[in-house]
Each structure stands twice: as structure tokens, then as C-alpha cells.
């Protein structure tokens, strides 16, 4: 009965909701200020390998502003650590110090015993189920093989992908293997997450944006379904990217129960090109809530009424919240959308 599930797991699947379900993306951030003060006592590695203060993290905004979905408190690229690489985090964001340069450096990934260096996850994940509401869905995560790939290329962030762009087209089957690893990884990882109590999955492919539809079919696309098609039956899983319009129908090709969208894309356009046949998640963009109220709740009409109320929309941002951003206006945000989605009809 999908009056007995949470709202967020009904909405994966489809089914109708009371409301339209709502989390948001870094929705335990800089932003709370529980968080800041736990950075100033301990570093983000801990908060992410220490399973007791990763659940704290993990359920700070569920115990302050009531959302549907709890992603657990991690952080995209420990399974690049697992498999090898070595990270470190600084003011400028996570660096890798020992980036990919040549096809040696790919045979020397490990996709053996991976899983032990990343037990800390799903002992996060064993607590959080526990501790949350029956009501409240449990998210696991993972970066997608481009992603990660482009982080253990780049040695970091980057802006135009120079480096992973000039292994994929110079050295094809490099690439290849590398994607092939981290893909072996990832879904290694995503049924650990599901096996500790996760009841969604998002894979974030934050990067594929940076792709025309020509390279992500060839380089991306078999590595992505690869992952999707190996998690399929165990839940329901958000296949998400940023800067994505032009690839759409091709991430939705790769599979995911839901598709997740950014702002620069209108929502409903989005999911008709995907199909009715799956969801939509989105798509306010994060810097609305550094506005009035009177534009956040605009801003949460247009996304309602682009998802035309259909069932399987899932409330986002198109991106993480913004450290700056008030905490008053995420609690402003759940409220208007659960006031403005709420079925009347719904016993």
C-alpha cells in the first residue's frame, strides 16, 4: 500500500503522495550551524569515517526542518581513496595527490577488498535507519564512473575537463579501464549501501554536463547502465547531473528510476523528454534561497506547477544548498512546498 510507505520511496515509484516529497541536495551543510560547530572540533574526513558522527550529521536537518529524505553524511570520493588514491582536503575544496597520469597508474587501482576501507558508510548507514522516523527515506549515494573518473584525472575540481577530455580521446582504452574500475567499484558499494539500509540511491554524475551527446554516448553511457542495470530490483534509484539538457534522454537511456534535473532546465519540459514512465527531481535553483520569501515561494509555484502534479516528482534544489544561505529560508522552503502541494483528497 503506498499509504504505508514513506512519501519519498512512493514518489521514486511513482505512487501517490500526500504532498509532493521534498530533501535537498548538502542539506546538512555549512549552512546549520550545528554543522560549523561540529567542523571546528573535528575535520571532514572524520565526520565522514567516524559512523556516530556521521549519523549526527547525517540527521541535523530531518530533526530541524522534517524533510522526506535523509542522505547519509558522506563524501563523493572516499571510494576513489579505497581504490588507491590518496585525498586531502583543504580550504579550495578535496585534491587528489596522486592523480591518474598513465595507464599504469589505472592497473594499480584496487577493486578488490575495496568495501572494508568504506565499512565506516554502511555503519553510518546501519545507525541512521534506526534512528530516523518510519516516515523518512534513508538515501545512499555515489559519484558515477565520469565523475570520479574526472576527479582522479584532474586531481581535483576543474573547469574544463582538459585533462580527463585528453586521456578519453588520446588513450581510449585507458580510459576504458579506468571507467570500467571505478564502475565495478561503485556498484560494489551502491549494494552495501542498500544491504545497511538505504532505501534510495542517487548516482551523481555532477560532471556529465561537460559532455556533447556524441562523447557521453561512447564514453559514458555503457559504464553508467552498467552500474544502474546491476542495482536494478533492489531499490529505487536517482540518477542526477548538472548542466544536463543536452544529454537527457541519454542519462534516462542509462537508467534510474528518477531523473534529477538542475535550474537551467524547466521541469516539466525535462520530464516529458525523459518520459512519463519514470520520475523527475528538482529543481529550484540554490540561490533563491538567498532571496526574499515572496521570490522562494514563486520559485516553488513555478516547479510545482511545471511537475503538473503528477505522481513521482521529488522537491531539490538543482544543486546543494549554499553554505550562505539562511537556515530560515530552507525552513520557509519545506513549509511552502508542503502547504502548496498538499492533496486535498488525500484521507
Not at 534509484?237 to 541519454?250: C, D, K, P, R, V
Request: aromatic share 8%.
Amino acid at each position: 500500500m503506498e499509504r504505508e510507505l514513506p512519501p519519498l520511496l512512493a514518489a521514486c515509484l511513482r505512487r501517490p503522495t500526500p504532498y509532493t516529497p521534498v530533501w535537498l541536495m548538502r542539506q546538512a551543510g555549512r549552512y546549520l550551524p550545528e554543522y560549523r560547530e561540529m567542523r571546528g572540533r573535528y575535520s571532514f574526513l572524520q565526520m565522514c569515517k567516524e559512523p556516530e558522527l556521521a549519523l549526527r550529521v547525517t540527521l541535523l536537518p530531518i530533526e530541524r526542518f522534517g524533510l522526506d529524505g535523509a542522505i547519509l553524511f558522506s563524501d563523493l570520493l572516499l571510494p576513489l581513496e579505497a581504490m588507491g588514491l590518496r585525498l586531502r582536503y583543504g580550504e579550495g575544496g578535496p585534491a587528489i595527490e596522486n592523480p591518474i597520469e598513465s595507464r599504469r597508474d589505472v592497473e594499480a587501482l584496487r577493486t578488490e577488498g575495496v568495501l572494508g576501507g568504506l565499512s565506516p558508510v554502511m555503519e553510518a548507514a546501519r545507525l541512521a535507519r534506526r534512528e530516523l522516523p518510519q516516515g523518512v527515506a534513508l538515501i545512499g549515494f555515489a559519484g558515477a564512473p565520469f565523475t570520479l573518473a574526472s576527479y582522479a584525472v584532474e586531481g581535483g575540481g576543474a573547469r574544463d575537463f582538459s585533462k580527463t577530455k585528453g586521456l578519453m580521446y588520446g588513450e581510449p582504452e585507458t580510459f576504458g579501464l579506468l571507467m570500467e574500475k571505478i564502475a565495478e567499484v561503485i556498484t560494489l558499494f551502491l549494494k552495501a549501501q542498500v544491504e545497511a539500509g538505504c532505501q534510495v540511491l542517487q548516482l551523481f554524475d555532477s560532471w556529465a554536463g561537460a559532455l556533447s551527446p556524441m562523447d557521453y554516448r561512447r564514453y559514458v553511457l555503457p559504464y553508467t547502465k552498467r552500474v544502474i542495470g546491476g542495482l536494478e530490483g533492489r531499490v529505487p534509484l536517482i540518477h542526477f547531473a548538472t548542466s544536463a539538457a543536452g544529454i537527457l534522454e541519454l542519462m534516462a537511456s542509462a537508467g534510474g528510476d528518477v531523473i534529477g534535473v538542475d535550474w537551467r532546465v524547466d521541469l516539466g519540459e525535462a520530464w516529458k523528454r525523459v518520459g512519463y514512465n519514470r520520475g523527475i527531481q528538482g529543481n529550484l535553483d540554490p540561490a533563491l534561497l538567498l532571496g526574499p520569501r515572496a521570490l522562494i515561494e514563486e520559485g516553488v509555484r513555478e516547479v510545482l506547477s511545471a511537475a503538473a502534479g503528477r505522481p513521482g516528482h521529488i522537491f531539490n534544489l538543482g544543486h546543494g544548498v549554499l553554505p550562505q544561505t539562511p537556515e530560515e529560508n530552507v525552513a520557509f522552503l519545506v513549509e511552502t512546498v508542503r502547504r502548496l502541494s498538499e492533496r486535498a483528497d488525500w484521507g
